[in-house]
């Protein structure tokens, strides 16, 4: 049997071929699978790093000062609507109210209690202006008791007060609009 397996070796007709040996342009193509792999798995683990970094980059939101969150989205609501009359022109009445506004929700962004929403979240302009001072009223009542609730801590020193100030003067205006408009 050995002398059969050399005479097979001999052979030239079973030539074998080495397994180093490749196919010509076989090694460019390996080369190139190569540097796709490692391209996909480096943009793979980009984009997973990317979303790690985005979403433990986002604050948590402050449980803590809800009655000050709920207060400050129904304060920009009432802001937009008075900002925004039929007629075009703001009364002094109107400016107060927007001034108020201005100054409590400041108060409560300089406490550090903020929603990260913009100035109109929420706003529907298509009421009527009459009715939409007399929501607005509503709203600053709603507002007012929110701020109520919450307490009111060291580090705010006096922000619930102030803040129930100028809702209450902000109220006062908008219902000496309502009378205008009598």
Do not use: C, F
């Not at 604050?59 to 925004?84: E, F, I, K």
């Not at 060291?154 to 609009?177: M, S």
């Amino acid at each position: 049997m050995a002398a059969r397996i050399d005479r097979l070796a001999e052979d030239p007709r079973l030539k074998i071929i080495p397994a180093t040996k490749h196919i010509e342009g076989e090694d460019q193509n390996m080369k190139s699978m190569e540097k796709l792999a490692t391209v996909s798995a480096s943009i793979a683990l980009s984009m997973t790093l990317l979303l790690a970094l985005n979403t433990s980059a986002k604050p948590a939101p402050d449980n803590h000062h809800q009655g000050y969150m709920h207060a400050l989205a129904d304060m920009r609501v009432v802001r937009y609507w008075v900002s925004h009359p039929d007629s075009g022109s703001m009364h002094d009445q109107e400016k107060a109210v927007v001034d108020e506004l201005d100054q409590a929700i400041a108060d409560i962004k300089a406490a550090g209690i903020d929603d990260g929403k913009g100035d109109n979240a929420g706003a529907d302009t298509n009421m009527r202006w009459i009715a939409r001072l007399n929501k607005a009223a509503d709203m600053l009542n709603k507002a007012h008791d929110e701020v109520l609730k919450d307490q009111d801590d060291g580090a705010a020193q006096g922000l619930q007060q102030k803040t129930l100030d100028h809702i209450a003067k902000a109220r006062k205006n908008v219902v000496a609009a309502i009378a205008l408009e009598q």
